[in-house]
């Protein structure tokens, strides 16, 4: 390879002149031993003699280091990579050890700060729970006293059952008395209902009662005792409620008056004086009145409309319509007991009287108020 004379003789000078340099120390150096001025000539001489072997040998060793200089750099960039990365992951490894480190001290410092915090909570639920038991011990022995002294005495409550149970064997027995009563009136209202029938029944059978020469039909021979009713036989009831009738109707008749007719104004007869067509009118008339008469179920309509039929049913009365509205309490459907005539199903009677003064309010059950009367609470 040939040599720039350029850069050899910049390099022959540079070696030159590092020689001098090398051998310039060494004289300066005291403690050297080759401190002797015969030998640095010498070596001087040698080097200066040796000089284009020496260039020509430091000329190959350029070549080659520049010949391997790519691959050096090569080596020397992987080396360094390697090394750089070798740092990077050290430091990235140091780096998330101690980010681990520092999460798992921190997570298990939060970790205490919660276990102690619930087993603070729980030694305190603990806590209130046991004074709650024994507050709820107290006030329910304290209630208790307070309310087997002051409000639900034994004694008054007894006071208050027996009270109650002679109002109750006091209202049965006047519920009983009534009832006899109510009998007794209703066998009486019965026996007087039963006569004024007998006596409206029998007041005009006159016709029936035996004779001298014939027997009546309440006086059959064929019999072995004669009909009776009250105790008393039919004819007889017959012959006193017929003279009854017939004495006051004989009272109440007065003698027929002779009247005398008026005469007539005209003399000629209803049909001659009568219209032509009468006959005919009147049966228009009838006709017409006929035809006014007709009454139907449905209402009236001039022209038929199926699509109003919806409407129409829609808008017609309920089954309730035209019905009286009657109370609970004046209900004739709603009374105690079996009914017992026709009567016992009117509506102005009543087993209650009258309206009740105080309303009746269900304790539960429903959509019912739990107030009582007096607007206090059911506690």
């Known amino acids: 390879m040939p040599v720039d004379p350029i850069i050899s003789r910049n390099l022959t000078t540079n070696s030159i002149l590092f020689l001098a340099r090398s051998i310039f120390t060494l004289n ?62 050290a430091a990235v490894t140091a780096q998330t050890d101690a980010e681990l480190l520092i999460s798992r001290v921190f997570r298990g410092h939060l970790a205490r700060r919660r276990c102690n915090q619930l087993r603070t909570d729980l030694e305190r639920a603990h806590r209130r729970s046991v004074l709650d038991y024994y507050a709820v011990v107290i006030q329910k022995l304290a209630r208790g006293v307070q309310s087997r002294t002051l409000r639900l005495d034994f004694r008054k409550r007894k006071a208050y059952v027996l009270e109650l149970a002679a109002k109750g064997d006091l209202m049965r027995q006047m519920l009983e008395e009534n009832l006899l009563k109510q009998q007794e009136q209703e066998k009486l209202d019965t026996e007087k209902a039963a006569r004024a029938e007998l006596v409206k029944v029998t007041q005009d059978l006159h016709h029936l009662v035996s004779t001298r020469a014939v027997a009546g039909i309440f006086n ?157 609470f059911d506690v």
């Not at 000539?41 to 280091?65: E, K």
């Not at 105690?336 to 009258?354: H, I, W």
């Open 28 to 89: 300066r150096c005291p403690t050297h031993p080759t401190r002797d001025k015969h030998t640095h000539m010498a070596l001087f001489h040698d080097c200066w003699t040796s000089r284009g072997a020496a260039l020509v040998r430091l000329q190959q060793l350029l070549d080659d280091a520049e010949a391997q200089a790519e691959t050096e750099r090569k080596a020397a960039t992987h080396i360094q990579r390697l090394f750089r990365g070798q740092r990077v992951r």
């Open 220 to 376: 059959s021979p064929m019999q072995a005792a004669s009909v009776t009713s009250f105790g008393v036989s039919v004819e007889s009831h017959i012959r006193e409620n017929a003279r009854r009738v017939v004495t006051s109707r004989l009272a109440k008749a007065r003698p027929p008056s002779r009247l005398t007719p008026y005469p007539p104004s005209d003399k000629t007869t209803l049909q001659s004086s009568g219209p032509y067509d009468a006959v005919q009118q009147e049966k228009r008339k009838q006709t017409k009145y006929h035809k006014l008469r007709r009454i139907g179920s449905s209402d009236f309509a001039a022209v038929y409309n199926p699509e109003q039929d919806v409407a129409r049913k829609r808008n017609a009365p309920s089954i309730n319509s035209g019905t009286d509205y009657v109370d609970e309490w004046r209900n004739p459907y709603k009374k105690r007991g079996v009914p017992r005539n026709k009567r016992d199903l009117l509506p102005q009677l009543s087993t209650l009287g009258r309206y009740p003064e105080t309303p009746f309010y269900l304790t539960y059950g429903g959509n019912k108020s739990k107030v009582l009367a007096n607007d206090r």
